[in-house]
C-alpha cells in the first residue's frame, strides 16, 4: 500500500492542536480556482518539462517498459520551485511513493515533541485505506489524529477509518452550490452531508472558509452556512477559521483575485459570534 507523498513537515502549529506533524499527500479531486499549493493537485506524467528546466540539475529523465520517469536528486536540490512553476499538468517531481509504514517512521522521530499528526493533500480522503493504516500506527504511540478534507469524498462510507481519527478540518468552498462549482468544478452536497455526520458522531475539529472577494459573496456564504451548522453545535463544540486569499503560490491565472481586509474578516467573525459560535480563529 503505496501513495504519493508531496511532502511531510516534522512540526506545524497550524495545522491542527498543538505541535504536529503534517504529512500531504498528492492528487486532488477538486480544482479550486484559489489554490494556494497547485502542484499538490496532478500526478507527474514524466513529460520531462521540469528536467529541462532545473537550474541545478536536480531532475532527470529515466525511461523503462513502463514509460518515462522523472528522477529527483534531493542532494542537488536548493528549493528554487522552478519544476512546480513550469510542470503543465499541476504536478512536482519531488514526491515519493511511501507506505504507511515509511511515512510514520519519518512522524516517529518527532515524539515526543509533537502533539499529533495531520494528513493533507492534495486531498489525503482519496487514500482512505493508507489513511486507516498510519492512524493505527499513531495511535499506538498515543499520538493524535486529524484529517484535513475538502470534504468531496464521503466519511460515512469509511466507519474504520473514522474510529481511529480524532477530528476532521472540514473545507467548506462556498454554502452555494451554485457558488462551489463555480469556484472548484464540484458540487457541495457531499461536504455538506459531511458536516452534518461528522458532527453528530463528534468528529467535526473544525470548518473553515477561504474568503476571495473577486470569485463569491463571502459574506452571503458564510451567512448561510452559520445557519446551516449552527444547529449541529448541539452534538458539541467545533471551531471556525476564516482564511484570506492571499496571491502566494496561487496560479498565476487567479494571482490578481483581492486579499480581504482584516477588517472584513472581523465583521464575518462579529456576525458568526452573534449566530452563536464562539471558537473563531482569522488567519
Known sequence: MRVAVNKIIPFSSVDGPGNRTAVFLQGCNINCRYCHNPETRGMCRGCGVCVESCPKGALSLETSEEGAAVVYDETKCVSCDTCIHVCPFDSSPR???????????RVKKQ??????????????MLHPD????LFALAKADGLGTLIDSNGTVDFSDFPELLSVTDGVMLDIKA???EDHRRITDH???TVLKNAAFLAERG???EVRFVIVPDLYDGEKSVRQAAAFLRPLLSFGHFRIKLIAYRSMGVREAF??????????????????REQGFDDIIII
Not at 494571482?255 to 458568526?272: G, N, Q
Open 111 to 124: 515524539i515526543p515533541f509533537i502533539r499529533g499528526i495531520t494528513v493533507s493533500g492534495g486531498e489525503c
Open 95 to 105: 514526491t515519493a511513493l511511501m507506505s504507511p509504514e515509511e511515512v510514520y517512521g
Open 187 to 189: 458540487d457541495n452536497k
Open 255 to 272: 494571482s490578481h483575485c483581492r486579499t480581504p481586509s482584516y477588517e472584513e474578516l472581523c465583521a464575518l467573525s462579529d456576525m458568526l
Open 175 to 177: 454554502f452555494s452550490g
Open 203 to 205: 468528529k467535526l475539529f
Open 130 to 133: 493508507f489513511l486507516c493504516r
